[in-house]
């Protein structure tokens, strides 16, 4: 319950600007993986990071990534009930050729972004309590990776 409300009340500010946070959050991961800027096909239109992080497919994934968290935020007591929604976004990732251990490297950036949005507010319970809902919606995700 504790962890609820520190997802929600720092949701509260961050959400407001989803945008902007998720460019943060994937301006990031691509820093930390380049090869994953390839998975999307309009990557070939941009010649370096910088340029496709300016495209607007980008944003579009970016305002679709945010809708999801915003979402896993707003079902926190009910989070069961994205599952289904959750595997299928998992199915199409594997479509595209996401590979599952990039989620830790997601995982990563999404705590990079609430560190440098949430400045002192950002603190270790905050961090786990994010980790904790960020890890069942991956493994929600990851049952729809075909075995
Ligand atoms: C769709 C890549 C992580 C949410 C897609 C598409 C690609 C992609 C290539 C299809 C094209 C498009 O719609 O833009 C990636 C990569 C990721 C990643 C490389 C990181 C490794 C995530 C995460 C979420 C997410 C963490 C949310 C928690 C979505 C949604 C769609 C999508 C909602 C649209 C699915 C649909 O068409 O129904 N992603 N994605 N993605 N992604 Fe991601």
């Known amino acids: 319950e504790k962890d609820k409300g520190l997802i929600r009340d720092s949701w509260e500010s961050l959400g407001k600007n989803k945008v902007p946070h998720g460019i943060v959050m994937f301006t990031r991961l691509f820093e930390l993986d380049p090869a994953l800027l390839t998975l999307f096909s309009y990557s070939t239109n ?17 305002t679709k990534v945010m809708l999801v968290i915003d979402a896993a935020v707003s079902h926190l007591d009910d989070l069961h009930t994205l599952e289904d929604f959750l595997m299928n976004l998992g199915r199409k990732h594997q479509a595209v050729g996401v590979k599952t251990q990039s989620f830790a490297v ?11 949005s949430l400045g002192p ?15 069942i919606v991956v493994s929600a995700m990851t049952r729809g990776w075909a075995k």
Do not use: D, I
């Open 46 to 62: 941009c010649g370096v990071a910088p340029e496709c992080l300016s495209s607007p497919e980008f944003l579009e994934h970016v």
């Open 106 to 116: 997601v995982g990563e950036s999404l705590l990079y972004m609430l560190q440098s």
């Open 121 to 135: 507010a950002y603190t270790t319970a905050l961090r786990q309590a994010w980790l904790n809902m960020y890890s």
